[in-house]
């Protein structure tokens, strides 16, 4: 079974551009979550969603930030304009239950962001 | 202060040794406990989940503390292959009704043949 995929591995723009990131996660999983990890810091929580739908949106840094996930498969994040301190890498992890603890979230490989 | 807390180490053992890794989290309401293991330039991977009444994986024991607010990573037998950052991973279920998982910075592991 493929696991959980982001496109594209790797990113270098410039401040003031747009970068759109994709994730597709795991076939049947209905949660997606967004991840990120600037240079030095822990793994921060950005969003999650329930099927199409936001469930908590709460860890979005700022309204340059745009998640959507259009009938409830893939996903992208949107960073318009982006700014030198978005870079990092941008985890996305998917999860088939929500019930507390009793599942594990699969992550995928990353994107990995930087903004000159 | 930190919502979970890790000693990033490094740590460097030598292959074949006992190493344990140690993790505090602030939020008493939290109600599940997890170890992942990073790779370098990878993506986390769950090592074990992390229950009051202590769990084993083969070389790696697993304990929650929820009085102290304290958790741990045992790895006896220390194999190369066991290079890598451990994070501690706490969640909390928040009134969003989901999981989201908050991690510590990790603990860098190298084992030294």
């Known amino acids: 079974e493929a696991g959980v995929t982001q496109f594209p591995s790797h990113s270098v723009i410039e401040k003031g551009q747009t970068v759109t990131l994709r994730c597709d996660p795991i076939s049947g999983h209905d949660n997606l979550y967004w991840y990120r990890r600037v240079m030095g810091k822990e793994i921060k929580f950005l969003l999650h969603f329930v099927k199409e739908s936001k469930q908590d949106e709460s860890g979005m840094p700022n309204n340059r930030f745009l998640a959507e996930r259009t009938g409830g498969t893939y996903s992208t994040l949107k960073v318009q304009p982006a700014e030198l301190e978005d870079s990092g890498v941008y985890f996305c992890a998917s999860s088939q239950d929500n019930r507390a603890g009793l599942t594990e979230q699969f992550f995928g490989p990353g994107t990995r962001l930087t903004v000159l | 202060r930190k919502e979970v807390e890790q000693d990033p180490g490094p740590f460097n053992v030598p292959e074949g040794a006992t190493v344990a890794f140690n993790c505090t989290y602030s939020?008493?309401?939290?109600?599940?406990f997890f170890w992942y293991r990073q790779d370098c330039r990878k993506e986390p991977k769950l090592l074990m989940s992390?229950?009051?009444s202590g769990n084993e994986d083969g070389r790696f024991t697993a304990q929650l503390n929820r009085a102290s607010q304290y958790i741990s990573l045992l790895i006896r037998d220390s194999k190369l292959s066991d290079s890598a950052t451990y994070l501690c991973?706490?969640?909390?279920?928040?009134?969003?009704?989901?999981?989201?998982?908050?991690f510590g910075t990790g603990t860098r592991l190298t084992i030294i043949p």
């Open positions: 991973v706490v969640n909390f279920w928040s009134n969003f009704g989901n999981e989201k998982l908050t």
């Open positions: 939020n008493s309401a939290s109600q599940s």
């Open positions: 992390v229950y009051s």
